[in-house]
């Protein structure tokens, strides 16, 4: 993986390849990942020295254990924000004999790089979290679902996980509970942004393409091979090996109300200081604008593409569940962006990632594209109106409601953040005053008279535009 990529280094890096110079010899500094870690609260500054062991944990009941965890209020920080207790109870009172847990380190969303910093840093507290969650629900077997682009965190992982072994904190009677057997495999995606969304990814741990399952059964009932399977985020593990030794009192006693504890926010783009931010949830946007060094900020896009974009004027409004949620990303930019073009950015990743189950989405997305490149490209023929506009209201409405999966629901997020707040943008290249097709169909004919020979007027669909 070659980090930090400005042009300079696309410009040295595009010459190597040109030159046939083998990876070995590439400059190691091009590899180097940074944590930058700014800001750390209670997950990133990880468990303290004297902090109760895990077996220590372990010897509380699995009512117990659960009981904390509601009482905690933790809710998912993989992005849908769902009870983190209610999950494991509803996996622990499914029928079926064998259960499991997997941790979704698939990280995919733009913008959010919070899961790897706790896997580099925090690996024990996030295996930690899954023992305990197995312990609650009574799973007997773990994955860790790694995201194909972390393949090199996966050497210190598997030795992590071997530690564990040779402690006794995983295997049979892991932690010495007796009767409580306990592992965890790691499992690589392969680039898929799709395989995030949590039934995709138990598709894909069983080997087969990642696209969503339908809904119910939900993995909880029925997930890895048909069994009651707990799907939840590097960070909710994380927070869970805190929860689990300091009480679930303590981690409701941060936060707001309806949000509880610390999140961590990934933050990039125009800021002096880029990098991991940790806050209680509840704190305002405005807040870790300042820390980071933002300045003139026209907008902040929350929780990465499918999140929601929040102008300037707004930032007094906090990161919560009751306010803006955020599953991690937090990407500044200032007033030399233009938020158009942003949109479309985001627009072209979601065609992209688009796994083409539901129409919907596998159409939809790309007709958005196309609308917004009418727009970015609105001059001479085939220029944008009003009614383009329009269409793109109306694609957003067919995506969020008509799409099988979050993908879908959330691709015309930022669209429509940026059309209601920063709507000038699109009203300035909506030019045209009546609709105009963005097919010239007489162009598409050229290649019929250049077969043909003939340029004369019967040739051409109207008279006035040879080609
Ligand atoms: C397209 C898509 C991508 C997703 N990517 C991730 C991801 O990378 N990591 C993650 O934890 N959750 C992701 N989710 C959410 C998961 O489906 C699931 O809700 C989450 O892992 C549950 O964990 P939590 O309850 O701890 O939040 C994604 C959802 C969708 C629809
Ligand atoms: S909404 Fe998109 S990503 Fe989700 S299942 Fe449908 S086509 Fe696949």
């Given amino acids: 993986m070659i980090t930090r990529l400005d042009p300079a280094r696309v410009d040295a890096l595009a010459d190597l390849l040109f030159a046939g110079t083998p990876v070995e010899q590439w400059p190691v500094e091009w590899f180097e990942v940074v944590d930058g870690v700014q800001r750390a609260d209670v997950l990133l500054s990880g468990l303290t ?12 009941s699995p009512q117990v254990l659960l009981d904390e965890v509601a009482t905690s209020g933790l809710r998912g920080r993989g992005g849908a924000g769902f009870p983190t207790a209610r999950k494991w109870q509803a996996c622990r009172d499914a029928a079926g004999d064998r259960r499991i847990v997997v941790c979704n380190a698939d990280e995919g969303e733009p913008g959010t790089f919070k899961d790897r910093v706790l896997l580099a840093r925090h690996a024990d507290a996030v295996f930690d979290g899954m023992t305990v969650a197995a312990r609650a629900v009574g799973a007997q077997q773990g994955f860790l679902y790694l995201r194909g682009e972390y393949r090199f965190l996966l050497p210190q992982l598997e030795a992590v996980l071997a530690r564990r072994r040779a402690q006794g904190l995983l295997g049979h009677d892991a932690c010495g509970v007796v009767g409580f057997g306990f592992d965890i495999d790691i499992h690589l995606g392969a680039g898929a942004y799709v395989c995030g969304e949590e039934s995709a990814l138990i598709e894909s741990l069983e080997g087969k393409r990642g696209t969503p399952r339908i809904r119910p059964p939900f993995p909880v009932q029925a997930g890895y091979l048909g069994r009651p399977t707990v799907v939840n985020n590097v960070e909710t593990f994380a927070a869970v090996a805190h929860i689990a030794r300091r009480g679930g009192a303590w981690w409701a006693g941060i936060g707001t109300a309806q949000s509880t504890g610390t999140k961590i926010h990934s933050v990039s783009g125009d800021c002096a200081w880029p990098g991991l931010y940790e806050y209680p ?9 300042a820390d980071c060094g933002a300045r003139d900020v026209q907008a902040v896009q929350v929780g990465g ?3 929601s974009c929040v102008p300037a004027s707004e930032a007094g409004r906090a990161i919560a569940f009751e306010d ?5 990303a937090f990407m500044v930019f200032d007033h030399t962006r233009d938020l158009f073009e942003v949109a479309r950015h985001f627009a072209r ?15 939809g997305t790309e007709l958005v594209v196309r609308r917004l490149d009418k727009l970015a490209h609105a001059r001479g023929a085939g220029s944008a109106s009003a009614f383009d506009i329009e269409r793109l209201h109306d694609l957003d409405t067919v995506l969020h409601s008509g799409t099988h999966c979050g993908l879908g629901a959330s691709a015309c997020n930022p669209l429509r953040d940026t059309m209601r707040h920063f709507g000038a943008a699109y009203a300035q290249r909506a030019t045209a005053s ?9 162009a598409e004919l050229s290649s019929a008279r250049r077969a043909t020979g003939r340029s004369d007027a019967g040739a ?5 535009t040879p080609t």
Avoid: K
């Fill in 281 to 289: 949830l509840g704190t305002p946007i405005a807040q870790i604008l």
């Fill in 434 to 442: 009546q609709f105009q097709p963005d097919v010239d169909l007489d």
């Fill in 324 to 328: 803006v949620p955020s599953a991690g």
């Fill in 349 to 363: 990743f979601f065609a992209h990632e688009s796994c083409g189950l539901c129409t919907p989405c596998r159409v």
């Fill in 49 to 60: 020295a004297d902090a109760p062991t895990l077996p220590a944990v372990l010897a509380q």
């Fill in 460 to 464: 051409h669909l109207h008279t006035d």
């Fill in 305 to 307: 593409p499918s999140g």
